[in-house]
């Protein structure tokens, strides 16, 4: 700590910060552009000047740059000397002499940091009257408008993109005062985080192209804290409405999740919660067509039949805790399966028997930034777990980094750091079945079999701890082992990613072997699973019975009605078992938000939310659990699935239980599921009498947007389940974390309000992050090493093994339907080892017939992905791939010219 004197008044400050963090921290108002608490100092926009002062006698002082002044103690400087401003104001003038008078129309028009800059210097009239430098505006793609002329060249959209996220198609070109920011030539961008640049520009050079087809100012939104639904990261987001539509989502800081950035499958994926499939009202099926029932009158036929009769519930990853369990209860616990085919969910039991034992840390996802040498067994991470591939590329400077910190160079001089360490990476090793996104980073890679993966894993343990099994492996294979085990012991804080991807049980058990030796050598490890969906580790607590088991038990003659909760089977078993299994029921009940293949399936169907419009527990893959709370309330039949469950179960009606009480009665029937009740406040929690308001104070047209069917405003919906409200009337302060729908303060309009909701900028957020983690490092546990090592991978030949492809926009069902997303979604194809392919006389391009579950799927041939000799390759979850359970042997043969 040190102490330090702004303004004639003193403070006791972070001693390892600069001057701008400080002053932000401590809820001074301190104009800047460049610096950002992720990207850290460069000096480049000149905004953030004050006055230095050598000694408490020193009146005169002189100008610094807060962002590059590192504290000290007794410090003095002065925010308010009257050169200070001067200069900012000047500054900011400067910046405008080009920027267009276009804020009326600009999409960042009143959520703009450039705005709140402006009038915080109390820069307020132009004085230039010359022409302006214009540029030319490029196409980037679906997702981001791009409006060079706003630019206050600030760098912050290449210092993201590039050195942060690795992407490189966005670059500054130009010299001096004229830069261009943009791709060498129009084209999509191809970084899978280039949706971070609408909340990292200043300014509206990069807008949201989704929120331009339905425009909505800022101040017009209705929001709601809620956590993305794309993978099993459990992001944090807030999404906002009007009019009934949700119109964008944006990050919601957690710093022990997201921190302050998103994926482009977690942003621009939620517009499927728009969809004209969109199910909106009860809906049975006589004589092979749907016809439209009241809420009464098909809760009162499902209860008649129902009553008495043997019930088979189908869970799913996507739905909430809540929901899962009042199905459970409703059915029965030997008659609930959860929505996964055994394949995945017997994995998922794996990794959560591991979490539980808790004999390795698992680190939170933004803790992952600080591991200093990762090994990764099986996953491609960019697009299985983006976020977190994010956040392995930050981990991955950490060794280089050490040396500035030698030379006394602090972590926040982005500037001198980056000029130090000239783009090295410290250890990183990666064993995949293909080539990742990653290997750009990795010190060394390989591409194996999963089985060989697994191999190598439980190698590098032998290496860490000889007492475990030794393994065959040839000289290229033993040296690979030891070096990824030298890296190992050699860190001080290893990292072992791993995951089910692959589906298979021996990468797993490898990956807590590597973790568990390292921990035995008193490393600080860390152990990252990475599982399905966003519910996946939940439902697993609550489930120990899959589908394939229900299809099995399907065939017993008292089965009568069944129940499907917001999952379409079609997505995860083939169609011909799909078909048979649903033949064998006389009722199917289906709670699902979109039309697909199992809803025209059904007797019933009933129109459920999304995570828009319910609330809800979901838990991630490091065992947190976090809410999400709708957004709105549909003027429709549209309800949570567990207030639909509420009213259908006997003994209840949907008004007997609260959003809370539901969670007690799940905590009673699951213990170790305590947490979840202390994730968030209760329904009655108040800020004094008041409600955290959805809406912000200038909300606007509340009477105006009901104006074509009555003059009055409508009495806005009650919200019984939480502490928010559906006004704009409430509590005007900084709620709980967990609460927060937007952010906003006196000045501070843009997304860089977050700093005035943080305890210290970049850290924790007043009263604690969001979620709380369930299982959690037992100390002084003794390891238990597995020992299922499987034989090594040997082709066979006129065979192929097939493994799946993931991407991270098209393999998640939901956000492939957001037509942005849609525009990106890979068309069909099969990935061939080159060796064989070349064997087999095909080439890039070629069309081949691929023998899928007794089914010929024509494919175009894709090369050059590095899948060893031996295996071939699908995307998993197009269209043209739904329901293929991964992995199995297959045929293929090329199609002869006609």
Request: net charge negative; charged share 25%; aromatic share 8%.
């Amino acid at each position: 700590m040190a102490k330090v004197v702004i303004d004639n008044k003193m403070y006791e400050v972070n001693g390892s910060k600069n001057m701008l963090e400080i002053c932000l921290s401590l809820g001074l108002n301190l104009p800047y552009f460049c610096w950002h608490p992720e990207l850290g100092s460069v000096g480049a926009c000149r905004q953030c000047a004050v006055i230095k002062y050598k000694d408490k006698e020193d009146t005169k002082g002189k100008l610094v740059m807060a962002c590059l002044e590192p504290v000290a103690d007794n410090m003095r400087i002065s925010l308010e000397a009257d050169e200070a401003k001067q200069f900012r104001a000047g500054n900011v003038e400067a910046l405008m002499t080009n920027h267009p008078h276009d804020c009326p129309v600009c999409d960042e028009g009143g959520e703009c940091h450039l705005q709140d800059m402006t009038v915080m210097t109390g820069h307020n009239y132009r004085r230039y009257n010359f022409k302006k430098r214009t540029h030319t505006n490029q196409y980037l793609g679906p997702f981001i408008n791009h409006e060079m002329n706003r630019c206050i060249q600030c760098y912050r959209c290449v210092r993201f993109y590039k050195d942060y996220a690795g992407g490189k198609d966005l670059d500054v070109f130009g010299a001096h005062d004229d830069l261009y920011f943009g791709r060498h030539e129009e084209g999509v961008l191809e970084n899978e985080f280039s949706g971070n640049l609408l909340e990292v520009c200043p300014t509206g050079v990069f807008t949201d192209k989704t929120l331009r087809k339905h425009f909505t100012r800022k101040w017009d939104l209705t929001n709601a804290p809620s956590i993305c639904h794309g993978c099993a990261l459990g992001c944090n987001i807030i999404a906002s409405e009007r009019y009934g539509s949700i119109r964008r989502i944006l990050s919601r800081y957690n710093g022990d999740v997201n921190g302050y950035f998103l994926c482009d499958r977690g942003r621009f994926g939620y517009e499927y919660v728009n969809s004209e499939k969109r199910i909106q009202t009860p809906l049975k099926k006589q004589d092979g067509t749907f016809s439209q029932l009241t809420r009464e009158q098909v809760i009162q036929e499902i209860n008649a039949i129902t009553s008495g009769k043997k019930l088979i519930g189908i869970g799913s990853p996507k739905a909430s805790l809540e929901s899962n369990f009042l199905l459970r209860q409703w059915v029965g616990a030997e008659n609930f399966y959860a929505g996964m085919s055994n394949s995945e969910g017997k994995l998922v039991q794996l990794v959560l028997e591991i979490l539980k034992a808790g004999k390795v840390k698992t680190p939170s996802l933004n803790e992952v930034k600080e591991y200093d040498a990762v090994f990764i067994l099986g996953e491609d991470v960019t697009n299985t777990a983006p976020m977190l591939a994010l956040n392995l590329r930050q981990a991955a400077k950490n060794k280089p980094d050490q040396k500035a910190a030698a030379l006394d160079i602090p972590d926040w001089n982005d500037e001198g750091v980056r000029e130090l360490v000239q783009g090295a990476k410290g250890p990183f090793y990666i064993a995949s079945a293909h080539i990742t996104k990653l290997d750009e980073i990795a010190t060394q890679t390989c591409q194996l079999h999963p089985d060989d993966i697994a191999r190598l894993g439980y190698a590098v343990a032998n290496k860490i701890n000889g007492q475990l099994p030794v393994l065959d492996s040839d000289e290229g294979e033993e040296t690979l082992s030891q070096n990824i085990a030298k890296a190992m012991l050699a860190a001080k804080k290893p990292l072992i990613v791993a995951g089910i991807s692959l589906f298979n049980q021996s990468i797993i058990e490898s990956a807590a072997n590597v973790a568990s030796a390292l921990k035995e050598q008193g490393k600080d490890v860390g152990l990252v699973y990475i599982v399905p969906e966003v519910n996946s580790v939940g439902l697993t607590m609550i489930a120990d019975q899959f589908l394939d088991d229900a299809f099995e038990k399907a065939t017993q003659a008292e089965n009568d009605t069944l129940i499907i909760l917001e999952n379409d089977l079609y997505q995860r078993m083939d169609k011909n078992s799909t078909d048979a299994f649903f033949e064998n029921y006389k009722n199917n009940i289906t709670l699902d938000y979109l039309d697909n293949k199992t809803t025209q399936q059904a007797t019933y169907i009933l129109p459920a939310t999304t995570f828009a419009e319910g609330n809800g527990t979901v838990i991630n893959n490091e065992g947190r659990a976090q809410r999400f709370y709708q957004v709105y309330s549909p003027d429709n039949d549209v309800k949570s699935s567990w207030k639909w469950l509420q009213a259908m179960i006997p003994n209840t009606t949907s008004s007997c239980q609260s959003f809370d009480e539901v969670i007690k009665d799940l905590v009673d029937a699951f213990p170790e599921l305590k947490g979840i009740q202390e994730i968030a406040p209760s329904e009655h929690f108040r800020e004094g009498t008041q409600k955290i308001p959805r809406e912000p104070h200038r909300y606007s047209g509340r009477t105006a947007m009901h104006a074509d069917t009555e003059v009055s405003e409508h009495q806005p919906p009650s919200d019984t389940d939480s502490a928010l409200s559906f006004t704009m009337e409430g509590y005007a302060g900084i709620p709980p974390a967990a609460l927060t729908p937007f952010y906003w303060s006196p000045g501070w309009n843009s997304v860089q309000a977050i700093n005035k909701y943080q305890i210290e900028v970049g850290g924790a957020l007043h009263g604690g992050n969001p979620g709380k983690r369930l299982f959690e490092q037992k100390e002084n546990n003794k390891a238990d090493y597995f020992e299922n090592i499987p034989s090594q991978f040997s082709p066979k030949e006129g065979s192929w093994f097939l493994l799946p492809f993931y991407h991270i926009l098209g393999s998640d069902e939901l956000s492939a339907q957001s037509p942005a997303i849609k525009e990106r979604v890979p068309a069909p194809y099969v990935a061939l080892n080159d060796n064989d392919a070349s064997k087999a006389g095909i080439e890039e391009g070629d069309i081949i017939d691929v023998l899928v579950k007794e089914v010929n799927q024509k494919l175009t041939v894709k090369l050059n992905t590095g899948l060893p000799e031996g295996t071939i390759g699908l995307p998993k979850g197009l269209t043209a791939t739904a329901g293929i359970q991964f992995p199995f042997w297959t045929t293929f043969k090329k199609l002869t010219d006609e």
